[in-house]
């Protein structure tokens, strides 16, 4: 497999990730989920919904403004 050094990326998880996305839209995050739970990093998103579940550390940039 060809691996990228930048956080530890297999080409083969981006290729399955895309893939997968096709079948289940919501799954188009499911890469960034797994980049940040592998290096300990906190996931910077707007859709922090489709995160909730997954024990991530969290950040919406956006909400920050708001209000």
Do not use: C, K
Not at 14 to 37: E, K, M, Y
Not at 40 to 47: A, E, F, K
Request: aromatic share 12%; hydrophobic share 55%; proline share 4%.
């Amino acid at each position: 497999y060809m691996y990228l050094p930048i956080l530890g990326v297999f080409i083969l998880m981006v290729w399955q990730t895309s893939r997968l996305v096709h079948l289940w839209p919501r799954a188009r995050g499911a890469l960034f989920a797994a980049t940040a739970h592998r290096h300990g990093l906190i996931l910077v998103t707007r859709n922090t919904d489709d995160f909730a579940a997954l024990g991530l550390t969290l950040l919406d940039p956006w909400a920050a403004n708001e209000g």
